[in-house]
């Protein structure tokens, strides 16, 4: 991934917010990252882990909050560069719904 896609983000600061459009999906490459619903932590994400998928995928509005723990960096990631990921590596689609699919199990758990 190119370090011009690369954002930061101060320990506290709002990386985006449930209700709102989204254009891009992010990877952790630094640092934690919380995600909350209706004010409900349901996830702590570190390096490695991606978030804001579902707004590619359905663009529609963000279904959750996502808060920088601590001070992070993260790979940002368009609709023309997911696009391109996956035509170019299936298996980035597999990882998609794979994350999905453990983010549905982890919720139904929690209600």
Same mark, same amino acid.
């Given at each position: 991934?190119?370090?011009?896609? #690369?954002?930061?983000? *101060?320990?506290?600061?709002? %990386?985006?917010?449930?209700?709102?459009?989204? #254009?891009?999906?992010?990877?952790?490459?630094?640092?934690?990252?919380? /995600?909350?619903?209706?004010? !409900?932590? %349901?996830?702590?994400?570190?390096? @490695?882990?991606?978030? @804001?998928?579902? $707004?590619?995928?359905? *663009?529609?509005? &963000? =279904?959750? #909050?996502?808060? +920088?723990?601590? *001070?992070?960096?993260?790979?940002? %990631?368009?609709?023309?560069?997911?696009? +391109?990921? $996956? *035509?170019?590596?299936? =298996?980035?689609?597999?990882? %998609?719904? &794979? $994350?999905? +699919?453990? &983010? /549905?199990? =982890?919720?139904?758990? !929690? $209600?």
């Amino acid at each position: 991934m190119n370090s011009n896609h #690369t954002e930061r983000f *101060r320990s506290g600061e709002t %990386i985006f917010k449930e209700g709102e459009s989204g #254009t891009k999906m992010y990877v952790v490459k630094e640092g934690e990252v919380e /995600l909350s619903v209706h004010g !409900k932590v %349901i996830a702590e994400l570190g390096t @490695g882990s991606i978030l @804001g998928e579902m $707004v590619l995928l359905d *663009r529609k509005p &963000r =279904s959750a #909050t996502a808060r +920088a723990k601590t *001070r992070c960096e993260l790979f940002s %990631i368009d609709q023309n560069q997911f696009l +391109a990921l $996956v *035509r170019q590596n299936p =298996s980035f689609s597999l990882d %998609i719904m &794979r $994350v999905l +699919a453990d &983010r /549905l199990r =982890s919720m139904d758990e !929690k $209600v």
